[in-house]
Structure formats: C-alpha cells, structure tokens
C-alpha cells in the first residue's frame, strides 16, 4: 500500500468545544500522521473557493458562513492509503449514519456542524493540500 498524503480540517463547532487534542488522538491511533498542521480564521473567500464544488447546492451559504464562524485548524496527514484511512475514522457526513467510534459518531453536532473535514481522493487531496500549504510548511 501507498504512503499517502491528505488534507484536514478540524471545523468551527470542534474548535470552538477545545476538541482539537481529542480529534488529533483519533487521527494518530489510525496511524495517520501530522506533517503540517495550522490554526486559521478562514475568510468568506477562502472557503468559498475551498468548497466551490459545492456552489449550487441549497446549503453552500450557510456552509461558508459556518466555516468562517470561527477558527479552524488545517492539517496535512501522511500514512498508508491516508485518504481512505481518514474518511474511514472521520465517519458518514451525517453524524446519524456515522459508525460507532468514528470522529463524527462522537463528536460531530448535525450534518452541516460534522467536526473534521477530509479529502475525498488523493487528486483532490493533492489540490487541498497545495490551497492552504507551501511545500516548506510540510515536514515529513
Ligand atoms: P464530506 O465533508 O463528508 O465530504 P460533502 O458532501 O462534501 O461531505 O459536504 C461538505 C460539507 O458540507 C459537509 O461536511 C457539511 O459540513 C456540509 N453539508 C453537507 N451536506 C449538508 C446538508 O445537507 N446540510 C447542511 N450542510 C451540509
């Protein structure tokens, strides 16, 4: 298996609860590793141009007005098949269809309040991960 890299994002609700050690620990017991890691405040640019994918969907305003609620804390994880292995440990986007001892099953407030983000391939991985990082900031 590949040694992979993909990007996180611990969102609004966790930070704003003092999540971030807890949510971390998850991470590192699914092997995944911290070669970048920063807290931002995003702007309404910023995550209107992260979630762009989602332009046209009915909750795209509320989404950004969420993500720029408050600081979030961007990360980039290495490890074997990481993009799979993270999505597997974040859990379903609806914390009510999350397995038990997923991210999202323990902490995530509502489907729009869901704790972490994560890449959904290792090609978007590879774009999220060139948004918020120059090459010098990951260490591995
Ligand atoms: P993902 O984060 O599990 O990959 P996506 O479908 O890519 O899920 O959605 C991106 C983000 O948009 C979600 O994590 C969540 O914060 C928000 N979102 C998704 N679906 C809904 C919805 O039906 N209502 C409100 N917010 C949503």
Avoid: W
């Avoid at 405040?41 to 305003?61: C, D, I, W």
């Avoid at 509320?62 to 408050?70: A, H, I, K, P």
């Amino acid at each position: 298996m590949a040694v992979e890299r993909t990007l996180s994002i611990i969102k609004p609700d966790a930070t704003a609860r003092n999540l971030t050690g807890k949510i971390n620990a998850y991470l590192e017991d699914a092997d995944l590793r911290f070669v970048a890691q920063k807290r931002v405040r995003l702007t309404r640019e910023q995550a209107e141009t992260f979630y762009g994918v989602h332009k046209e969907r009915s909750f795209f305003n509320e989404l950004v007005e969420y993500m720029t609620s408050g600081p979030v804390v961007v990360q980039v994880l290495e490890g074997e098949n990481a993009v799979a292995k993270n999505r597997e440990v974040m859990g379903a986007t609806n914390p009510a269809n999350a397995d038990e001892g997923t991210i999202r099953k323990d902490f995530a407030l509502n489907v729009q309040e869901n704790s972490v983000h994560g890449s959904d391939s290792a090609e978007n991985a590879a774009i999220e991960i060139a948004y918020f990082f120059a090459g010098t900031e990951i260490v591995g």
